[in-house]
């Protein structure tokens, strides 16, 4: 989450789980007005259309998913089918949106060419959206969909987690002809992350920002060389449960723990560093109550929250001056625990954290985070996604 004024509104998003597949399977279904009948009147969205949108929706974020699946492990051909060229008449992607869709999957082959020279390659992939609310009005329907996506990574260490995986959730844009045709016309991410490994929107960065009082201090930024010098963690010195901390980004990485806020699509910034305060806090953090805008404080609950709890920066700067964590030199030598953080464009502000879940023996650390809601996520793999953003590596 970025540095910001905070909110004191407390909005609990409703996560909602999306089934595995589309629900609606079978030939495209048609609106109940005639093929090429003049329309005078505005058309009205069916259920039959409804259905449409959303199995539309569904090729579009399984395309993006599958540009990412190694073919000769899938057992695809190269260049495979394009599951939103099987939709034309009623339902269909404009022809800006369907060169907009080349382009996406174009950018996420880069990527995954990108993964493979760091050593990721994943052999398969499910993409399934549910279809969460539908406005109309005219001739314009707004689509909300959540898209839940796994990936199973392809065993070439022989180590990592079975499969990684994320909830979005999107706002599709559909404009009707005078002939009642539906057609695609955009897509927006409406999670404040920015960060499904099948996402290819620019991430928002925060405006930089100081402390009020005293200087804090500055993280160093890590490296992202592979392989990393050797940075063995003790577990056992600080006296922190770093399993419990994997534990608890595990049980809520997908929905949201009521005894704290939810600041996941809040105008103010997203839930991410809300997620690791409240994981390091299972782990042992205890807190150090006071002001909410003193950086040298942090606590957090279901009532009151300190900027350190929820802000990127701020939780840099207490982390930092409270010698609770240490700066790593590169991002691969994180363990279980130990916290990353990102700054998108390099301004200097911080934009996103994510705690380490799991290592692989070859040293390869997996993320867990919120906005995007997402798990196990290795960190070749973001460093595939954004290659010139700057990184913090924290050893808690």
């Known amino acids: 989450m970025k540095s910001r004024k905070l909110s004191r509104k407390r909005r609990r998003a409703s996560i909602v789980t999306a089934a595995a597949a589309s629900v609606v399977a079978g030939a495209v279904l048609l609106p109940n007005w005639s093929a090429g009948a003049a329309v005078t009147d505005d058309p009205t969205v069916d259920p039959a259309t409804k259905a449409t949108f959303q199995r539309l929706a569904d090729a579009v974020f399984s395309d993006r998913t599958n540009a990412l699946v190694d073919d000769a492990k899938s057992g695809q051909k190269k260049g495979r089918h394009q599951l939103t060229s099987g939709f034309s008449g009623k339902v269909r992607l404009s022809g800006t949106q369907s060169r907009q869709e080349g382009a996406a999957l174009s950018e996420l082959s880069g990527r995954k060419s990108r993964l493979a020279k760091l050593g990721e390659k994943y ?229 996103h954290s994510m705690i380490v879940t799991y290592r692989s023996r070859q040293g390869v650390p997996y993320v867990t985070y919120h906005s995007t809601n997402t798990y196990n996520r290795s960190v070749a793999s973001i460093i595939a996604s954004y290659p010139n953003a700057a990184y913090y590596a924290y050893r808690s």
């Open 123 to 351: 052999s398969a992939a499910t993409t399934g959206v549910t279809l969460d609310a539908t406005q109309v009005k005219g001739r314009r329907a707004t689509v909300d969909v959540t898209e839940t996506t796994t990936l199973t990574y392809e065993k070439v260490k022989g180590t990592e987690p079975r499969t990684t995986g994320f909830q979005a959730h999107h706002e599709l844009t559909f404009k009707a002809d005078q002939q009642g045709n539906w057609q695609l016309t955009g897509i927006r991410d409406t999670d404040d992350g920015y960060l499904a490994v099948n996402q290819v929107a620019k991430p928002a960065v925060a405006a930089p920002r100081t402390a009020a009082d005293d200087g804090p201090p500055e993280a160093a930024r890590s490296a992202t060389t592979w392989p990393a010098p050797a940075k063995p963690k003790n577990f056992s010195a600080t006296g922190y449960d770093y399993k419990a901390m994997a534990a608890y980004a595990a049980k809520y990485w997908n929905h949201y723990n009521p005894d704290y806020p939810n600041y996941n699509g809040e105008t103010d910034g997203g839930d991410c560093t809300n997620f690791v305060s409240q994981a390091l806090k299972a782990g042992g953090w205890k807190h150090v109550p006071g002001y909410t805008n003193d950086f040298h404080k942090w606590f957090g609950n279901s009532s009151i929250q300190s900027d350190s709890f929820v802000g990127v920066n701020e939780f840099s700067w207490f982390a930092l001056s409270s010698k609770r964590v240490t700066s790593l030199a590169n991002v691969y030598q994180l363990d279980v625990g130990d916290v990353l953080q990102m700054d998108f464009n390099k301004d200097g502000s911080k934009d």
